[in-house]
Antibody, heavy 114, light 108 residues
Framework: EVQLVESGGGLVQPGRSLRLSCAASGFTFDDYAMHWVRQAPGKGLEWVSGISWNSGRIAYADSVKGRFTISRDNAKNSLYLQMNSLRAEDTALYYC???????WGQGTMVTVSS | DIQMTQSPSSLSASVGDRVTITCQASQDISNYLNWYQQKPGKAPKLLIYDASNLETGVPSRFSGSGSGTDYSFTISSLQPEDIATYYCQQYDNLPRLTFGPGTKVDIK
């Protein structure tokens, strides 16, 4: 069974940093591109960042470019999102996801507030 | 970047009604389109992939069609359990994705 389990969320002050992790199991992790998608409270889904299977292609939403860094460790079947210079508008539930076939984690909540 | 527009933003229909949602991409996305259902407090659930393929286990009242830049999603007979928000998502230029803004479906 495919499982994606996010961790690392929490309450953080504006301007501070946080690192999210996604532990993958049940599939060959290094065969797939991986993504981070977020959803602010009461809002729609927003793609944040994606990384190819070998980290050779990486993309970011304009809203996080220059502040967030996606990475992966295929030996550890893990995906990461380093979030720096956090803002109130980064408050959201952050999901780890893969496509083809599609799987999503249950998300980890990030709250940016003083 | 590919932009996705989705309409309507919300709709209210009766049980048994046919419901259609449309999604338009800013450029040809070659049928690389998913449709998701999301209920409150839950992760999105894939219903349709590659624009028109029904995900395993999804009821046949859900369907998708379209090509190029224009796509549609239909619930042939709305059921009470279909109350949710529906999103389209393009994946034509991986690893970049784009979601539509969503359509909230209610029962009248």
């Amino acid at each position: 069974e495919v499982q994606l389990v996010e961790s690392g969320g929490g309450l953080v002050q504006p301007g501070r940093s946080l690192r999210l992790s996604c532990a993958a199991s049940g599939f060959t992790f290094d065969d797939y591109a991986m993504h981070w998608v977020r959803q602010a409270p009461g809002k729609g889904l927003e793609w944040v960042s994606g990384i190819s299977w070998n980290s050779g292609r990486i993309a970011y939403a304009d809203s996080v470019k220059g502040r967030f860094t996606i990475s992966r460790d295929n030996a550890k079947n893990s995906l990461y999102l380093q979030m720096n210079s956090l803002r109130a508008e980064d408050t959201a539930l952050y999901y780890c996801a893969k496509l083809s076939p599609v799987s999503w984690g249950q998300g980890t909540m990030v709250t940016v507030s003083s | 970047d590919i932009q996705m527009t989705q309409s309507p933003s919300s709709l209210s229909a009766s049980v048994g009604d046919r419901v259609t949602i449309t999604c338009q991409a800013s450029q040809d996305i070659s049928n690389y389109l998913n449709w998701y259902q999301q209920k409150p407090g839950k992760a999105p659930k894939l219903l349709i992939y590659d624009a028109s393929n029904l995900e395993t286990g999804v009821p046949s009242r859900f369907s998708g069609s379209g090509s190029g830049t224009d796509y549609s999603f239909t619930i042939s007979s709305l059921q009470p359990e279909d109350i949710a928000t529906y999103y389209c998502q393009q994946y034509d230029n991986l690893p970049r994705l784009t979601f539509g803004p969503g359509t909230k479906v209610d029962i009248k």
